[in-house]
């Protein structure tokens, strides 16, 4: 069970759109539609972000959406704003109930 | 509003077990469709999947932690416990008890609380 490779960063100016990928194979990203992203800002938790793939939980809001081709799962911000800057983690379930995440991307609102 | 809550020393020595507990307020810990889990994250790194339970008791296991971990429930007091056996520096980290939807997003964080090994 190997990491999912993102982009190590990412940035983008306000009023922007970013495109964060996360990369991994057939036995995660590719073989199920549950790729989940998180947000974490410096000290605090993660908070979910999107959930099986697509999904967005209440609250967040609808300039984060959520796309899959292939091995390769997408996350995008549009109309970026400063409080988007945070570090951004994609998580694949890879079967029997494990997950696993990916490295992390530090977005920066430039 | 469900809120989960870290608790376990800050410090453990290298080669002993670290143990850490997850109270669960405001949802019932036996509720089905979701499951719990730990999550850690060592400083300046990402975030690593240790380990979940399910609402029947079932546990799971990241394969490269599997052989020093046990993740339990204690479905009276509402709380769910890691212990991690063998600790070196590298588990020094920030460790998080999470519900996991489905069994497959983690849908509620705690925290997370500082464990540092180190003698």
């Known amino acids: 069970q190997s990491a999912l490779t993102q982009p190590r960063s990412v940035s983008g100016s306000p009023g922007q759109s970013v495109t964060i990928s996360c990369t991994g194979t057939r036995s995660d990203v590719g073989g199920y539609n549950y790729v989940s992203w998180y947000q974490q800002h410096p000290g605090k938790a993660p908070k979910l972000m999107i959930y099986d793939v697509t999904k967005r939980p209440s609250g967040v809001p609808d300039r984060f959406s959520g796309s899959k081709s292939g091995n390769t799962a997408s996350l995008t911000i549009s109309g970026l704003q400063a409080e988007d800057e945070a570090d951004y983690y994609c998580?694949?379930?890879?079967?029997?109930?494990?997950?696993?995440f990916g490295g992390g991307t530090k977005l920066t609102v430039l | 509003q469900l809120q989960l809550q870290e608790s376990g020393p800050g410090l453990v020595k290298p080669s002993e077990t670290l143990s850490l507990t997850c109270s669960v307020s405001?949802?019932?810990?036996?509720?089905?469709?979701?499951?719990w889990g730990w999550i850690r994250q060592p400083p300046g790194k990402g975030l690593e999947w240790i380990a979940s339970l399910s609402y029947s008791g079932s546990t799971y296991y990241n394969p490269s932690l599997k052989s020093r971990v046990t993740i339990s429930v204690d479905t009276f007091k509402n709380q769910f416990s890691l212990k991690l056996d063998s600790v070196t520096a590298a588990d020094t980290a920030v460790y998080c008890c999470a519900r996991l939807g489905s069994g497959r997003f983690f849908d509620f964080w705690g925290q997370g609380t500082l464990v540092t090994v180190s003698s």
């Open positions: 998580c694949s379930y890879a079967g029997t109930y494990t997950v696993v």
């Open positions: 405001g949802g019932s810990i036996t509720s089905s469709s979701y499951f």
